[in-house]
T-cell receptor, first 112, second 113 residues
């Protein structure tokens, strides 16, 4: 049974810092891994999708890496801004369906 | 904007009642999934519909049921509401194939009192 863990649960950083969010999963037989952003009381916005055959994906100031063998993914945010404040969730897809298993998220606060 | 719309956005129900939540998927998307997100938790998979048929189900009791219509919109029905059903219910749509991004709506907040 896949379990997804995110560390830290919460993070507060000053504006401009580069930061890394961590995601670990127990079953390496994943099809892909997605990182999402969730603003308070809102739905999820997909940030990056990494297929199982890929090592990383980049979008603007965001870079996500995937190491299937060790069951880890990281989301790197460069030059953080107050607008980046949100909860970041990672999720893995297994068994060829859209059943995503989510972590509990990292609540990020970027201070101006 | 993901193109996935959900209604209603907020509702309050009494324990034992029934509720129907609705989702319109993004144009061209034939797969709809529903998730339940309790406060402070990650979303939990309820079930998925592909071309009007249930195509996978999570650990939710049968009182959680759904429908998908020919235009790929979907409904989530919950009978005999319990207090623990209070949560954000999220709909996600995609095209078939596990290599594709899924797009979430803004969710429906259900409070059971």
């Amino acid at each position: 049974k896949q379990e997804v863990t995110q560390i830290p649960a919460a993070l507060s950083v000053p504006e401009g810092e580069n930061l890394v969010l961590n995601c670990s999963f127990t079953d390496s037989a994943i099809y892909n891994l997605q990182w999402f952003r969730q603003d308070p009381g809102k739905g999820l916005t997909s940030l990056l999708l990494i297929q199982s055959s890929q090592r990383e994906q980049t979008s603007g100031r965001l870079n996500a890496s995937l190491d299937k063998s060790s069951g880890r993914s990281t989301l790197y945010i460069a030059a953080s801004q107050p607008g980046d404040s949100a909860t970041y969730l990672c999720a893995t897809s297994t068994s060829g369906t859209y059943k995503y298993i989510f972590g509990t998220g990292t609540r990020l606060k970027v201070l101006a | 904007e993901t193109g996935v719309t959900q209604s209603p956005t907020h509702l309050i129900k009494t324990r034992g009642q029934q509720v129907t939540l609705r989702c319109s998927s993004q144009s061209g998307h034939n797969t709809v999934s529903w998730y339940q997100q309790a406060l402070g938790q990650g979303p939990q998979f309820i079930f998925q519909y592909y071309r009007e048929e249930e195509n996978g189900r999570g650990n939710f009791p049968p009182r959680f049921s759904g429908l998908q219509f020919p235009n790929y919109s979907s409904e989530l029905n919950v009978n005999a509401l319990e207090l623990d059903d209070s949560a954000l219910y999220l709909c996600a749509s995609s095209t078939a194939g596990f290599r594709n991004t899924i797009y979430f709506g803004e969710g429906s907040w259900l409070t059971v009192v």
